[in-house]
Structure formats: C-alpha cells, structure tokens
C-alpha cells in the first residue's frame, strides 16, 4: 500500500499500533470474502481522515 503512494508522488499512511487492529481485519475481510472493497472503503476512510487538511 504504501509502496504504491509513495512511488505515485502521495504521503503513505502510517498505522500506528493501536489502530492495527482495524487494518488487519479490513485485510482479513478482503481475502476471506474476496472483496477488495472491503479493505478498499477501509483505507480511503482512514486515508481521508489522516489527510483532509491537504485536501481543502
């Protein structure tokens, strides 16, 4: 994930460990349902969140 940001020119997203939880279940999800959205709508949510004020 953050490979991808980084080489496309935006800031990665740092996790930190009390919140890592959430990224793996939102991993988890993805793969056992093999849905990609879930970990999808997960990252844009905490993405956005992290982010907003270089969006405005």
């Known amino acids: ?4 940001l980084h080489k ?4 990665m997203l740092i ?7 959430s990224y793996y279940t ?3 999800g ?8 879930i970990f999808i709508l997960w990252f844009f949510k905490r993405y956005l969140k992290e982010y907003k004020q270089y969006l405005i």
Request: no cysteine; glycine share 4%; proline share 8%.
């Open 15 to 21: 996790i930190p460990y009390s919140q890592r939880k």
């Open 30 to 37: 993805s793969q056992l349902k093999k849905d990609e959205n």
């Open 26 to 28: 939102a991993l988890e």
């Open 8 to 11: 496309n020119g935006y800031p």
């Open 1 to 4: 994930m953050n490979y991808v």
